[in-house]
């Protein structure tokens, strides 16, 4: 089956600077990769999501990169915000069922 | 707005007992899913149901069973709660075929005593 792996499980940031959070997946037919965000007592909520036709895909200051051959995928997050401190998780999917990251806690120090 | 509902977000419970995780999702999904998030492993997946009756199971399945008698409702069962089963459960639902957006619900989370 898929499996997805994440780097860092920890992130620190200052506010107004990039975080930049990476996955690699091993199921060469996952077509669908989606980023979520869990902020503290909440269950995860879609952020961005990307699919394998398409190389990059960005939302304001959120940015997704899919590189198909390396079977890698990153989340930029820029100009960081305090309420940007949260919780992100990667998946991938070939059908209907997704396989998640180990997530990263990212903070955002003010 | 899609909403998924879990019918607690807290709960005790004592080892042996059997316990039953309830999720109702108001936007007409096929598919529904229980996860089970622990920290350091992420999500993992432990059943699925792709239709009313049907169901899948998921990566760590062992010591749970689900029933979705109805399209909206889809419960996650421990039919006798250990230790190791203490975490946060994770209720999502979806609409089948290509690979679409998960909807969560806030998670409940169980200790078992």
């Known amino acids: 089956g898929e499996n997805v792996e994440q780097h860092p499980s920890t992130l620190s940031v200052q506010e107004g600077d990039s975080a930049v959070i990476k996955c690699t997946y091993s199921?060469?037919?996952?077509?669908?990769f989606p980023w979520y965000k869990q902020e503290l007592g909440k269950g995860p909520q879609l952020i961005i999501d990307?699919?394998?036709?398409?190389g990059e895909k960005k939302d304001q200051r959120i940015a997704v990169t899919l590189n198909k051959t390396a079977k890698h995928f990153s989340l930029h997050i820029t100009e960081t915000q305090p309420e940007d401190s949260a919780v992100y998780f990667c998946?991938?999917?070939?059908?209907?069922?997704?396989?998640f990251g180990t997530g990263t806690r990212l903070a955002v120090r003010p | 707005d899609v909403k998924v509902t879990q019918s607690s977000r807290y709960l005790v419970k004592r080892t042996g007992e059997k316990v039953f995780l309830e999720c109702v999702q108001d936007?007409?999904?096929?598919?529904m899913f229980w996860y089970r998030q622990d920290p350091g492993l992420g999500l993992r997946l432990i059943y699925f149901s792709y239709d009313v009756k049907m169901k899948e199971k998921g990566d760590i399945p062992e010591g749970y069973s689900v029933s979705r008698e109805k399209k909206e409702r889809f419960s996650l069962i421990l039919e006798s709660a250990s230790t190791n089963q203490t975490s946060m459960y994770l209720c999502?639902?979806?609409?089948?075929?290509?690979?679409?957006?998960?909807?969560f619900g806030q998670g409940t989370r169980l200790t078992v005593v």
């Open positions: 199921d060469s037919a996952s077509n669908y």
């Open positions: 990307i699919r394998s036709n398409v």
């Open positions: 998946a991938a999917s070939s059908g209907d069922k997704l396989t």
């Open positions: 999502a639902s979806s609409f089948t075929g290509r690979s679409t957006e998960a909807f």
């Open positions: 936007m007409d999904h096929e598919n």
